[in-house]
Protein backbone atom coordinates (compact mmCIF):
# COMPACT_ATOMS: atom_id res chain seq x y z
CA UNK A 1 0.00 0.00 0.00
CA UNK A 2 1.29 3.34 -0.81
CA UNK A 3 0.59 6.09 1.69
CA UNK A 4 0.28 9.72 0.07
CA UNK A 5 1.62 13.20 2.15
CA UNK A 6 -1.16 14.96 3.30
CA UNK A 7 -2.09 17.71 0.73
CA UNK A 8 -5.23 19.54 1.96
CA UNK A 9 -6.41 20.04 5.11
CA UNK A 10 -9.13 17.70 5.28
CA UNK A 11 -6.45 15.03 4.81
CA UNK A 12 -4.98 15.91 8.78
CA UNK A 13 -9.16 15.42 10.02
CA UNK A 14 -8.47 11.93 11.82
CA UNK A 15 -5.89 13.62 13.96
CA UNK A 16 -8.35 16.33 15.12
CA UNK A 17 -9.96 13.75 17.95
CA UNK A 18 -6.81 12.38 19.54
CA UNK A 19 -5.16 16.43 19.27
CA UNK A 20 -8.59 17.51 20.86
CA UNK A 21 -8.25 15.00 23.54
CA UNK A 22 -4.37 15.70 24.02
CA UNK A 23 -5.15 19.19 24.74
CA UNK A 24 -7.77 19.36 26.85
CA UNK A 25 -6.61 16.39 29.27
CA UNK A 26 -2.84 17.25 28.84
CA UNK A 27 -1.68 20.41 27.77
CA UNK A 28 -4.23 23.00 29.38
CA UNK A 29 -4.06 20.73 32.84
CA UNK A 30 -0.13 20.78 32.52
CA UNK A 31 -0.34 24.60 31.65
CA UNK A 32 -2.71 25.46 34.55
CA UNK A 33 -0.21 23.97 36.62
CA UNK A 34 2.65 26.10 35.43
CA UNK A 35 0.96 28.89 35.83
CA UNK A 36 -0.57 28.03 39.50
CA UNK A 37 3.01 27.32 40.86
CA UNK A 38 3.95 31.41 39.82
CA UNK A 39 0.79 32.41 42.01
CA UNK A 40 0.46 33.83 45.06
CA UNK A 41 -0.99 31.65 47.67
CA UNK A 42 -4.16 33.43 49.56
CA UNK A 43 -4.28 32.37 53.15
CA UNK A 44 -8.30 33.18 53.30
CA UNK A 45 -9.42 31.65 50.36
CA UNK A 46 -7.26 29.60 47.58
CA UNK A 47 -4.50 31.33 45.38
CA UNK A 48 -4.58 34.93 44.03
CA UNK A 49 -3.30 35.55 40.45
CA UNK A 50 0.26 37.06 40.45
CA UNK A 51 3.47 36.44 39.15
CA UNK A 52 6.26 35.41 41.93
CA UNK A 53 9.27 32.81 42.36
CA UNK A 54 8.20 32.33 45.81
CA UNK A 55 7.12 28.94 45.92
CA UNK A 56 10.12 27.10 43.73
CA UNK A 57 12.52 29.83 46.30
CA UNK A 58 10.66 27.83 49.63
CA UNK A 59 11.39 24.53 47.69
CA UNK A 60 15.34 24.93 47.82
CA UNK A 61 15.42 23.50 51.28
CA UNK A 62 17.65 20.91 52.77
CA UNK A 63 13.98 18.94 53.80
CA UNK A 64 13.07 19.05 50.60
CA UNK A 65 16.21 18.24 48.53
CA UNK A 66 16.69 15.02 50.76
CA UNK A 67 12.91 14.15 49.68
CA UNK A 68 13.71 14.26 46.18
CA UNK A 69 16.79 12.51 46.95
CA UNK A 70 14.70 10.13 48.35
CA UNK A 71 12.12 9.76 46.00
CA UNK A 72 14.76 9.41 43.22
CA UNK A 73 16.73 7.26 44.78
CA UNK A 74 13.47 4.70 45.64
CA UNK A 75 12.06 4.97 42.29
CA UNK A 76 15.66 3.85 40.66
CA UNK A 77 16.12 1.39 43.00
CA UNK A 78 12.26 -0.19 42.70
CA UNK A 79 13.66 0.21 38.57
CA UNK A 80 16.50 -1.49 38.96
CA UNK A 81 14.88 -4.73 41.26
CA UNK A 82 12.23 -4.58 39.26
CA UNK A 83 14.38 -5.17 35.58
CA UNK A 84 16.71 -7.54 37.66
CA UNK A 85 13.63 -9.79 38.33
CA UNK A 86 11.78 -9.41 35.03
CA UNK A 87 14.53 -10.12 32.33
CA UNK A 88 15.44 -13.41 33.47
CA UNK A 89 12.13 -14.32 34.40
CA UNK A 90 10.66 -13.30 31.15
CA UNK A 91 13.26 -14.91 29.24
CA UNK A 92 12.62 -18.44 30.64
CA UNK A 93 8.70 -17.32 30.30
CA UNK A 94 9.62 -16.74 26.32
CA UNK A 95 11.30 -19.89 26.03
CA UNK A 96 8.32 -22.19 28.39
CA UNK A 97 5.54 -23.73 26.24
CA UNK A 98 2.94 -21.68 25.19
CA UNK A 99 0.11 -22.92 27.28
CA UNK A 100 2.30 -22.16 30.57
CA UNK A 101 2.60 -18.03 28.76
CA UNK A 102 -0.52 -17.94 28.35
CA UNK A 103 -1.42 -18.65 32.44
CA UNK A 104 1.79 -16.55 33.78
CA UNK A 105 0.69 -13.51 31.59
CA UNK A 106 -3.18 -14.11 32.80
CA UNK A 107 -2.05 -13.94 36.21
CA UNK A 108 0.46 -11.11 35.93
CA UNK A 109 -2.52 -9.43 34.32
CA UNK A 110 -4.43 -10.05 37.19
CA UNK A 111 -1.89 -8.24 39.31
CA UNK A 112 -2.74 -5.14 37.42
CA UNK A 113 -6.40 -5.15 38.18
CA UNK A 114 -5.58 -4.69 41.83
CA UNK A 115 -5.79 -1.33 42.99
CA UNK A 116 -2.78 0.77 44.79
CA UNK A 117 -4.86 0.70 48.11
CA UNK A 118 -5.46 -3.08 48.10
CA UNK A 119 -1.87 -4.15 47.21
CA UNK A 120 -0.65 -1.58 49.89
CA UNK A 121 -3.01 -3.09 52.67
CA UNK A 122 -2.67 -6.85 51.24
CA UNK A 123 1.05 -6.16 52.59
CA UNK A 124 0.77 -4.46 55.38
CA UNK A 125 -0.78 -6.96 56.44
CA UNK A 126 1.68 -9.70 55.52
CA UNK A 127 4.43 -8.03 56.85
CA UNK A 128 2.68 -7.49 60.50
CA UNK A 129 3.77 -9.10 63.26
CA UNK A 130 0.31 -10.71 64.35
CA UNK A 131 -0.57 -12.39 61.11
CA UNK A 132 2.23 -11.60 59.29
CA UNK A 133 4.71 -14.10 57.10
CA UNK A 134 7.03 -13.58 60.18
CA UNK A 135 4.31 -16.28 61.61
CA UNK A 136 5.19 -18.90 59.10
CA UNK A 137 8.75 -18.69 59.18
CA UNK A 138 8.41 -19.07 62.77
CA UNK A 139 6.35 -22.01 62.49
CA UNK A 140 8.75 -23.78 60.19
CA UNK A 141 11.78 -23.18 62.92
CA UNK A 142 13.40 -20.19 61.07
CA UNK A 143 12.70 -17.81 63.50
CA UNK A 144 12.12 -17.17 66.79
CA UNK A 145 8.98 -15.23 67.57
CA UNK A 146 7.07 -13.03 64.94
CA UNK A 147 8.11 -9.34 64.30
CA UNK A 148 6.86 -6.29 62.61
CA UNK A 149 8.47 -5.86 59.39
CA UNK A 150 6.41 -2.47 58.53
CA UNK A 151 6.93 -0.12 58.63
CA UNK A 152 9.98 -0.16 56.75
CA UNK A 153 12.31 0.92 53.50
CA UNK A 154 12.09 -2.96 52.82
CA UNK A 155 8.25 -3.05 52.78
CA UNK A 156 7.79 0.05 50.75
CA UNK A 157 10.32 -1.49 48.01
CA UNK A 158 8.90 -4.83 48.11
CA UNK A 159 4.69 -3.18 47.91
CA UNK A 160 6.38 -0.87 44.77
CA UNK A 161 8.29 -3.78 42.87
CA UNK A 162 5.26 -6.13 43.50
CA UNK A 163 3.24 -3.28 41.89
CA UNK A 164 5.61 -2.68 38.56
CA UNK A 165 6.51 -5.82 38.16
CA UNK A 166 4.00 -7.17 36.02
CA UNK A 167 4.05 -3.72 33.67
CA UNK A 168 8.00 -4.37 33.56
CA UNK A 169 6.90 -7.87 32.59
CA UNK A 170 4.55 -6.91 29.50
CA UNK A 171 7.18 -4.54 28.13
CA UNK A 172 10.00 -6.54 28.04
CA UNK A 173 7.76 -9.69 26.78
CA UNK A 174 7.00 -8.35 22.90
CA UNK A 175 11.05 -8.04 22.92
CA UNK A 176 11.90 -11.33 24.00
CA UNK A 177 9.52 -13.46 22.39
CA UNK A 178 10.93 -11.57 18.68
CA UNK A 179 15.06 -12.60 20.28
CA UNK A 180 16.14 -15.08 17.50
CA UNK A 181 17.14 -18.47 19.37
CA UNK A 182 19.42 -19.22 17.67
CA UNK A 183 21.47 -16.52 19.03
CA UNK A 184 21.87 -18.33 22.19
CA UNK A 185 22.16 -21.84 20.07
CA UNK A 186 25.14 -20.07 18.51
CA UNK A 187 26.25 -18.96 21.62
CA UNK A 188 26.16 -22.60 22.60
CA UNK A 189 27.79 -23.86 19.79
CA UNK A 190 30.61 -21.45 19.64
CA UNK A 191 31.73 -22.83 23.48
CA UNK A 192 29.59 -20.53 25.95
CA UNK A 193 27.78 -22.25 28.58
CA UNK A 194 23.77 -21.67 28.65
CA UNK A 195 24.69 -18.87 30.98
CA UNK A 196 27.49 -17.43 29.46
CA UNK A 197 25.51 -17.24 26.58
CA UNK A 198 22.52 -15.30 28.53
CA UNK A 199 25.54 -12.77 29.87
CA UNK A 200 27.37 -12.63 26.78
CA UNK A 201 24.36 -12.86 24.11
CA UNK A 202 20.97 -12.07 25.13
CA UNK A 203 21.58 -8.94 27.80
CA UNK A 204 23.46 -7.29 25.42
CA UNK A 205 21.39 -7.87 22.36
CA UNK A 206 18.59 -6.50 24.37
CA UNK A 207 20.29 -3.44 25.74
CA UNK A 208 18.09 -0.59 24.34
CA UNK A 209 14.75 -2.55 25.89
CA UNK A 210 16.27 -2.97 28.86
CA UNK A 211 17.43 0.91 29.36
CA UNK A 212 13.79 1.37 28.16
CA UNK A 213 11.85 -0.33 30.73
CA UNK A 214 14.33 0.97 33.06
CA UNK A 215 12.91 4.26 32.52
CA UNK A 216 9.57 3.42 32.49
CA UNK A 217 9.50 1.73 35.84
CA UNK A 218 11.58 4.90 37.29
CA UNK A 219 8.47 7.01 35.98
CA UNK A 220 5.95 4.77 37.48
CA UNK A 221 7.44 4.28 40.73
CA UNK A 222 8.53 8.18 41.18
CA UNK A 223 4.39 8.69 41.14
CA UNK A 224 3.79 6.62 43.85
CA UNK A 225 2.76 8.38 47.27
CA UNK A 226 -0.21 5.58 48.66
CA UNK A 227 2.24 2.99 49.26
CA UNK A 228 5.29 4.62 50.97
CA UNK A 229 2.35 6.11 53.29
CA UNK A 230 0.99 2.85 54.25
CA UNK A 231 4.33 0.55 54.49
CA UNK A 232 6.87 3.43 55.70
CA UNK A 233 7.68 5.88 57.85
CA UNK A 234 7.69 9.68 57.70
CA UNK A 235 11.06 9.90 56.32
CA UNK A 236 10.19 6.96 53.62
CA UNK A 237 7.65 9.32 51.90
CA UNK A 238 7.99 10.42 48.62
CA UNK A 239 7.81 14.10 47.20
CA UNK A 240 4.37 12.83 45.49
CA UNK A 241 3.48 12.46 48.99
CA UNK A 242 4.28 15.75 50.35
CA UNK A 243 2.72 17.36 47.27
CA UNK A 244 -0.30 15.69 47.94
CA UNK A 245 -0.05 16.94 51.61
CA UNK A 246 0.34 20.60 49.83
CA UNK A 247 -2.15 20.29 47.87
CA UNK A 248 -5.11 18.96 49.58
CA UNK A 249 -4.18 18.93 53.55
CA UNK A 250 -2.64 22.18 53.50
CA UNK A 251 -4.77 24.10 50.58
CA UNK A 252 -1.19 25.44 49.38
CA UNK A 253 -2.02 24.66 45.70
CA UNK A 254 0.59 27.22 44.39
CA UNK A 255 3.56 24.97 46.06
CA UNK A 256 2.13 22.06 45.04
CA UNK A 257 1.90 23.10 41.93
CA UNK A 258 5.89 24.29 42.11
CA UNK A 259 6.95 20.75 43.53
CA UNK A 260 4.86 18.83 40.76
CA UNK A 261 6.42 21.12 37.84
CA UNK A 262 10.26 20.77 39.32
CA UNK A 263 9.50 17.09 39.91
CA UNK A 264 8.54 16.43 36.23
CA UNK A 265 11.50 18.74 34.89
CA UNK A 266 13.91 16.33 37.65
CA UNK A 267 12.73 13.70 35.93
CA UNK A 268 13.11 14.91 32.21
CA UNK A 269 16.33 15.74 33.03
CA UNK A 270 16.93 12.13 34.22
CA UNK A 271 15.50 10.42 31.13
CA UNK A 272 17.40 12.75 29.16
CA UNK A 273 20.97 11.73 30.50
CA UNK A 274 19.87 8.06 30.25
CA UNK A 275 19.14 8.78 26.48
CA UNK A 276 21.87 10.43 26.04
CA UNK A 277 24.53 8.09 27.56
CA UNK A 278 22.94 5.21 25.61
CA UNK A 279 23.43 6.55 22.40
CA UNK A 280 27.12 7.61 23.72
CA UNK A 281 27.61 4.35 25.07
CA UNK A 282 26.05 2.64 21.18
CA UNK A 283 28.53 4.66 19.61
CA UNK A 284 31.80 3.76 21.13
CA UNK B 1 38.16 -44.36 14.93
CA UNK B 2 38.92 -40.82 13.98
CA UNK B 3 35.92 -38.79 13.31
CA UNK B 4 32.09 -38.46 13.54
CA UNK B 5 30.38 -42.40 14.00
CA UNK B 6 26.44 -41.67 14.68
CA UNK B 7 25.23 -45.58 16.09
CA UNK B 8 21.41 -46.30 15.65
CA UNK B 9 20.74 -42.68 16.62
CA UNK B 10 16.79 -42.01 17.20
CA UNK B 11 15.00 -39.05 17.99
CA UNK B 12 11.15 -39.29 19.18
CA UNK B 13 8.91 -36.10 20.09
CA UNK B 14 6.09 -37.90 21.44
CA UNK B 15 4.68 -40.52 19.51
CA UNK B 16 6.65 -39.20 16.40
CA UNK B 17 9.75 -40.22 15.66
CA UNK B 18 11.76 -37.88 13.27
CA UNK B 19 15.07 -39.85 13.32
CA UNK B 20 15.19 -43.55 13.09
CA UNK B 21 17.99 -45.74 13.51
CA UNK B 22 20.68 -43.55 11.65
CA UNK B 23 24.03 -45.56 11.54
CA UNK B 24 26.68 -43.07 9.25
CA UNK B 25 30.37 -43.22 9.39
CA UNK B 26 31.53 -40.14 8.59
CA UNK B 27 35.82 -40.53 8.14
CA UNK B 28 38.23 -37.65 9.13
CA UNK B 29 38.26 -34.79 6.98
CA UNK B 30 35.21 -36.01 4.56
CA UNK B 31 32.26 -33.98 3.31
CA UNK B 32 29.36 -35.10 4.01
CA UNK B 33 25.59 -33.54 2.89
CA UNK B 34 22.34 -34.33 4.31
CA UNK B 35 20.01 -34.33 1.75
CA UNK B 36 16.37 -35.01 2.00
CA UNK B 37 12.96 -32.89 1.35
CA UNK B 38 11.56 -30.95 4.46
CA UNK B 39 10.97 -32.48 7.23
CA UNK B 40 13.21 -35.63 6.59
CA UNK B 41 14.68 -35.53 9.82
CA UNK B 42 18.05 -34.08 8.77
CA UNK B 43 18.38 -30.73 10.57
CA UNK B 44 17.08 -32.78 13.28
CA UNK B 45 20.11 -35.56 12.95
CA UNK B 46 22.48 -32.56 12.30
CA UNK B 47 20.84 -30.82 16.31
CA UNK B 48 21.68 -34.04 17.83
CA UNK B 49 25.21 -33.72 16.67
CA UNK B 50 25.67 -30.09 17.36
CA UNK B 51 24.15 -31.43 21.32
CA UNK B 52 21.26 -29.03 20.51
CA UNK B 53 18.84 -32.09 20.94
CA UNK B 54 19.60 -34.96 22.56
CA UNK B 55 18.73 -38.26 21.13
CA UNK B 56 16.20 -40.62 22.79
CA UNK B 57 18.05 -43.81 21.63
CA UNK B 58 21.81 -44.36 20.53
CA UNK B 59 25.05 -43.25 20.71
CA UNK B 60 27.30 -40.24 18.87
CA UNK B 61 31.30 -40.84 18.81
CA UNK B 62 33.56 -38.24 17.75
CA UNK B 63 36.93 -39.35 17.10
CA UNK B 64 35.99 -42.20 19.58
CA UNK B 65 34.99 -40.73 22.12
CA UNK B 66 31.08 -40.93 23.21
CA UNK B 67 29.87 -37.24 22.81
CA UNK B 68 25.73 -38.09 22.78
CA UNK B 69 25.65 -36.38 26.32
CA UNK B 70 28.21 -33.80 26.53
CA UNK B 71 26.93 -30.21 26.25
CA UNK B 72 27.17 -28.19 22.94
CA UNK B 73 29.81 -26.06 24.62
CA UNK B 74 31.94 -28.75 25.53
CA UNK B 75 31.62 -30.58 22.00
CA UNK B 76 34.67 -27.99 20.01
CA UNK B 77 32.42 -27.74 16.99
CA UNK B 78 31.52 -24.93 14.45
CA UNK B 79 28.04 -24.42 13.87
CA UNK B 80 26.47 -22.04 10.83
CA UNK B 81 22.45 -21.68 11.01
CA UNK B 82 20.06 -21.23 8.17
CA UNK B 83 19.16 -17.60 9.83
CA UNK B 84 23.17 -17.32 10.61
CA UNK B 85 22.53 -15.98 13.84
CA UNK B 86 25.12 -13.20 13.85
CA UNK B 87 25.25 -11.10 17.41
CA UNK B 88 23.41 -8.14 16.26
CA UNK B 89 25.15 -6.34 19.02
CA UNK B 90 28.85 -7.27 17.89
CA UNK B 91 30.88 -5.77 15.33
CA UNK B 92 31.98 -8.23 12.70
CA UNK B 93 35.68 -8.88 13.85
CA UNK B 94 33.82 -9.32 17.43
CA UNK B 95 31.51 -11.79 16.29
CA UNK B 96 34.16 -14.08 15.00
CA UNK B 97 36.59 -13.53 18.00
CA UNK B 98 33.48 -14.42 20.04
CA UNK B 99 34.40 -18.33 20.54
CA UNK B 100 38.19 -17.32 21.32
CA UNK B 101 36.65 -14.60 23.55
CA UNK B 102 34.30 -17.57 25.81
CA UNK B 103 37.51 -19.79 25.92
CA UNK B 104 40.04 -16.54 27.58
CA UNK B 105 42.12 -16.31 24.68
CA UNK B 106 44.95 -13.46 25.00
CA UNK B 107 43.64 -10.03 23.49
CA UNK B 108 46.38 -9.98 20.29
CA UNK B 109 46.09 -13.60 19.62
CA UNK B 110 42.34 -12.84 19.33
CA UNK B 111 43.05 -10.12 16.99
CA UNK B 112 45.53 -12.24 14.64
CA UNK B 113 43.20 -15.18 14.46
CA UNK B 114 40.46 -12.37 13.46
CA UNK B 115 42.48 -11.14 10.65
CA UNK B 116 43.80 -14.46 9.56
CA UNK B 117 39.97 -15.33 8.85
CA UNK B 118 39.20 -12.05 7.37
CA UNK B 119 41.68 -12.92 4.78
CA UNK B 120 40.63 -16.08 4.48
CA UNK B 121 36.97 -14.65 3.55
CA UNK B 122 38.23 -11.90 1.48
CA UNK B 123 36.96 -9.00 3.62
CA UNK B 124 40.18 -7.90 5.12
CA UNK B 125 39.33 -4.33 7.08
CA UNK B 126 35.85 -5.14 7.52
CA UNK B 127 36.54 -6.53 11.45
CA UNK B 128 35.15 -2.83 12.59
CA UNK B 129 32.12 -3.06 10.88
CA UNK B 130 28.73 -3.68 12.45
CA UNK B 131 27.03 -6.88 11.08
CA UNK B 132 24.23 -4.93 10.27
CA UNK B 133 26.33 -3.09 7.30
CA UNK B 134 26.99 -6.34 5.44
CA UNK B 135 25.37 -8.07 2.25
CA UNK B 136 24.11 -11.57 2.48
CA UNK B 137 27.11 -12.84 0.72
CA UNK B 138 29.79 -11.38 3.51
CA UNK B 139 26.92 -12.36 5.96
CA UNK B 140 27.29 -15.95 5.34
CA UNK B 141 30.99 -15.70 5.01
CA UNK B 142 31.37 -14.16 8.45
CA UNK B 143 29.06 -16.95 9.78
CA UNK B 144 31.59 -19.41 8.26
CA UNK B 145 34.50 -17.16 10.20
CA UNK B 146 32.69 -17.29 13.30
CA UNK B 147 31.99 -21.18 13.28
CA UNK B 148 35.66 -21.99 12.14
CA UNK B 149 37.40 -19.58 14.67
CA UNK B 150 38.51 -22.07 16.77
CA UNK B 151 39.39 -24.88 14.44
CA UNK B 152 36.75 -26.98 15.40
CA UNK B 153 36.71 -30.47 15.20
CA UNK B 154 33.58 -30.80 12.99
CA UNK B 155 31.96 -28.03 10.89
CA UNK B 156 28.37 -27.89 10.54
CA UNK B 157 25.97 -25.80 8.43
CA UNK B 158 22.28 -25.99 8.28
CA UNK B 159 20.74 -25.07 5.03
CA UNK B 160 23.98 -22.43 4.96
CA UNK B 161 22.99 -21.08 1.37
CA UNK B 162 19.09 -20.94 1.48
CA UNK B 163 19.06 -17.60 1.98
CA UNK B 164 21.43 -16.50 -1.04
CA UNK B 165 20.48 -15.55 -4.42
CA UNK B 166 20.89 -18.17 -6.92
CA UNK B 167 23.92 -17.18 -8.64
CA UNK B 168 25.89 -16.05 -5.19
CA UNK B 169 24.90 -19.61 -4.01
CA UNK B 170 26.70 -21.17 -6.50
CA UNK B 171 29.51 -19.54 -5.73
CA UNK B 172 29.46 -19.91 -2.53
CA UNK B 173 29.09 -23.32 -2.91
CA UNK B 174 32.26 -23.98 -4.78
CA UNK B 175 34.08 -21.41 -2.25
CA UNK B 176 32.78 -23.83 0.14
CA UNK B 177 34.31 -26.46 -1.00
CA UNK B 178 37.37 -25.31 -1.67
CA UNK B 179 37.60 -24.43 2.19
CA UNK B 180 37.20 -27.26 3.16
CA UNK B 181 39.25 -29.15 0.77
CA UNK B 182 42.06 -26.50 2.06
CA UNK B 183 41.88 -26.83 6.06
CA UNK B 184 41.19 -30.51 5.17
CA UNK B 185 38.18 -30.31 8.23
CA UNK B 186 35.20 -32.81 8.96
CA UNK B 187 32.07 -31.29 7.26
CA UNK B 188 28.71 -31.94 7.77
CA UNK B 189 25.88 -29.76 5.33
CA UNK B 190 22.24 -30.04 5.61
CA UNK B 191 20.29 -29.04 2.62
CA UNK B 192 17.51 -29.79 0.38
CA UNK B 193 19.13 -28.68 -2.89
CA UNK B 194 20.71 -31.65 -4.72
CA UNK B 195 23.21 -29.41 -6.63
CA UNK B 196 24.25 -28.02 -3.63
CA UNK B 197 25.22 -31.22 -2.55
CA UNK B 198 26.25 -32.88 -5.89
CA UNK B 199 28.98 -29.80 -5.98
CA UNK B 200 30.17 -30.04 -2.42
CA UNK B 201 30.17 -33.20 -1.23
CA UNK B 202 32.38 -36.47 -1.03
CA UNK B 203 29.17 -38.23 0.23
CA UNK B 204 25.63 -37.67 0.14
CA UNK B 205 23.17 -39.09 2.45
CA UNK B 206 19.48 -39.33 1.32
CA UNK B 207 16.73 -39.16 3.93
CA UNK B 208 13.22 -39.73 4.08
CA UNK B 209 10.68 -39.61 6.58
CA UNK B 210 13.67 -40.25 9.58
CA UNK B 211 15.72 -42.80 8.00
CA UNK B 212 18.98 -42.98 5.40
CA UNK B 213 17.65 -44.30 2.22
CA UNK B 214 21.53 -43.81 0.57
CA UNK B 215 25.19 -42.84 1.46
CA UNK B 216 27.24 -42.90 -1.42
CA UNK B 217 29.50 -40.76 -3.31
CA UNK B 218 27.09 -38.00 -5.69
CA UNK B 219 28.04 -39.81 -8.88
CA UNK B 220 27.13 -43.33 -7.19
CA UNK B 221 23.69 -41.61 -5.80
CA UNK B 222 22.96 -40.26 -9.27
CA UNK B 223 23.92 -43.31 -11.30
CA UNK B 224 22.87 -45.87 -8.90
CA UNK B 225 19.98 -44.72 -6.74
CA UNK B 226 19.04 -47.41 -4.37
CA UNK B 227 15.56 -47.34 -4.22
CA UNK B 228 12.66 -45.18 -6.15
CA UNK B 229 13.07 -42.60 -3.71
CA UNK B 230 16.41 -41.79 -4.23
CA UNK B 231 15.98 -41.94 -7.91
CA UNK B 232 13.07 -39.82 -8.17
CA UNK B 233 14.60 -37.10 -5.63
CA UNK B 234 17.78 -36.91 -6.88
CA UNK B 235 17.55 -34.69 -10.64
CA UNK B 236 14.85 -36.13 -13.31
CA UNK B 237 13.95 -39.85 -13.88
CA UNK B 238 11.93 -41.97 -15.96
CA UNK B 239 10.42 -44.30 -13.35
CA UNK B 240 9.15 -47.39 -15.76
CA UNK B 241 7.28 -50.44 -14.56
CA UNK B 242 8.82 -53.78 -16.31
CA UNK B 243 7.67 -57.81 -15.77
CA UNK B 244 10.56 -60.47 -15.89
CA UNK B 245 10.45 -62.45 -18.87
CA UNK B 246 13.83 -64.58 -17.79
CA UNK B 247 17.56 -63.90 -17.97
CA UNK B 248 17.69 -59.99 -18.42
CA UNK B 249 15.16 -59.34 -20.61
CA UNK B 250 11.52 -57.86 -19.26
CA UNK B 251 8.81 -56.66 -20.74
CA UNK B 252 8.74 -52.66 -20.94
CA UNK B 253 6.15 -49.97 -22.04
CA UNK B 254 4.82 -53.15 -24.27
CA UNK B 255 8.13 -54.37 -25.72
CA UNK B 256 10.43 -56.61 -24.83
CA UNK B 257 14.41 -55.38 -23.69
CA UNK B 258 17.26 -56.95 -23.62
CA UNK B 259 20.13 -56.72 -21.02
CA UNK B 260 18.64 -55.45 -17.99
CA UNK B 261 20.20 -56.71 -14.86
CA UNK B 262 17.60 -58.52 -13.42
CA UNK B 263 18.25 -60.18 -9.91
CA UNK B 264 17.01 -63.65 -9.92
CA UNK B 265 13.62 -64.52 -8.63
CA UNK B 266 12.46 -60.64 -9.64
CA UNK B 267 9.31 -60.61 -11.24
CA UNK B 268 8.56 -56.99 -11.61
CA UNK B 269 9.79 -53.98 -10.74
CA UNK B 270 10.87 -50.68 -12.00
CA UNK B 271 13.42 -49.15 -14.02
CA UNK B 272 15.03 -46.12 -13.43
CA UNK B 273 16.51 -44.58 -16.49
CA UNK B 274 17.88 -40.71 -16.75
CA UNK B 275 16.27 -39.04 -19.31
CA UNK B 276 19.40 -38.07 -20.98
CA UNK B 277 19.74 -41.91 -21.58
CA UNK B 278 16.26 -42.16 -23.18
CA UNK B 279 17.33 -41.68 -26.99
CA UNK B 280 14.89 -41.16 -29.78
CA UNK B 281 15.17 -43.59 -33.16
CA UNK B 282 12.97 -44.29 -35.95
CA UNK B 283 10.40 -46.45 -34.91
CA UNK B 284 10.14 -50.21 -35.00
CA UNK B 285 13.33 -52.47 -35.24
CA UNK B 286 13.23 -53.37 -31.78
CA UNK B 287 12.47 -50.23 -30.19
CA UNK B 288 9.47 -48.96 -27.81
CA UNK B 289 6.74 -46.98 -30.07
CA UNK B 290 5.79 -43.62 -28.63
CA UNK B 291 3.96 -40.76 -29.27
CA UNK B 292 5.19 -37.34 -28.98
CA UNK B 293 3.30 -34.66 -26.76
CA UNK B 294 5.42 -31.66 -26.06
CA UNK B 295 9.09 -30.34 -26.53
CA UNK B 296 10.68 -28.12 -24.46
CA UNK B 297 13.80 -26.23 -26.46
CA UNK B 298 15.77 -25.02 -23.45
CA UNK B 299 18.65 -23.95 -26.24
CA UNK B 300 21.67 -26.02 -24.56
CA UNK B 301 19.23 -29.10 -24.11
CA UNK B 302 15.67 -30.51 -25.61
CA UNK B 303 13.28 -32.44 -23.66
CA UNK B 304 10.86 -34.50 -25.59
CA UNK B 305 8.12 -35.56 -23.57
CA UNK B 306 6.71 -39.06 -24.95
CA UNK B 307 3.58 -40.80 -24.30
CA UNK B 308 4.67 -44.76 -24.48
CA UNK B 309 2.04 -47.59 -23.04
CA UNK B 310 0.20 -45.27 -21.63
CA UNK B 311 3.00 -43.91 -19.45
CA UNK B 312 5.21 -40.68 -19.98
CA UNK B 313 8.84 -40.82 -20.68
CA UNK B 314 11.34 -37.85 -21.12
CA UNK B 315 14.26 -38.07 -23.07
CA UNK B 316 16.56 -35.01 -22.87
CA UNK B 317 19.33 -34.56 -25.94
CA UNK B 318 21.82 -32.17 -26.80
CA UNK B 319 20.16 -30.13 -30.08
CA UNK B 320 22.55 -31.78 -32.64
CA UNK B 321 22.38 -35.23 -31.18
CA UNK B 322 18.44 -35.45 -31.65
CA UNK B 323 16.49 -36.51 -35.01
CA UNK B 324 14.00 -33.56 -35.64
CA UNK B 325 11.04 -35.03 -34.28
CA UNK B 326 7.45 -32.58 -33.84
CA UNK B 327 4.93 -33.19 -31.37
CA UNK B 328 2.32 -35.79 -32.35
CA UNK B 329 4.98 -37.64 -34.39
CA UNK B 330 5.53 -41.45 -33.78
CA UNK B 331 8.82 -42.43 -32.50
CA UNK B 332 11.09 -45.16 -31.70
CA UNK B 333 12.45 -44.86 -27.79
CA UNK B 334 15.89 -46.87 -27.09
CA UNK B 335 16.93 -47.27 -23.65
CA UNK B 336 20.39 -48.04 -22.69
CA UNK B 337 20.55 -51.28 -20.82
CA UNK B 338 23.58 -50.51 -18.77
CA UNK B 339 22.05 -47.03 -17.89
CA UNK B 340 18.94 -48.53 -16.39
CA UNK B 341 18.67 -49.07 -12.49
CA UNK B 342 16.40 -51.82 -11.67
CA UNK B 343 14.77 -51.15 -8.35
CA UNK B 344 11.89 -53.20 -6.35
CA UNK B 345 8.54 -51.29 -7.00
Given at each position: MRREAPQKFADYGPLFFPAAMLTVFFVIPFATMIAVSFFKR????????AFVFDNYARFLSLFFGKVLGFSLFLAIAVAICCVLIAVPFTYLLSRAPRRTQVVWLVALLSVLSLSEVIIGFAWSTLFSRTAGITNLFVSIGLMSEAVALNPSFGAVLTAMVYQALPYTVLVLYPALVRLDPTLTEAARTLGASPLKSFFTVVIPALRNTIVATLIMVFIFALGSYLLPQILGRPQHWTLSVLITDQAIYQSNMPFAAAMAVFLVLVTLGLVGLTVYAGRKGEAA | MSGLALQNVTKEFGSFT???????????????CLLGPSGCGKTTLMRMIAGLDLPTGGAIRLDGADITRVPTHK??????????????HLTVGENIAY??????????DQVKRVNELLAMIHLSGYADRPVSKLS???????AIARALAISPKLFLLDEPLSALDA?????????????QQRLGITTIVVTHDQREAMTMADTVVVMNSGEIRQAAPPVEIYRRPADTFVADFIGMTNLIDFAAEGAGRASVLGTSVEGLAIPEGLGQGVLSVRPEDVHLTAPGHGAITGKVTFVRDLGGTI???LEAGGKQVVAVSMPNARPDVSVGQEVGIRLSPDACVVLKS
Open positions: DPAGFYST | AVKNVDLAVPHGTFVRDLGMVFQSLALFPSLRIRGVAKEGGQRQRVKLREAMQVELRQLETF
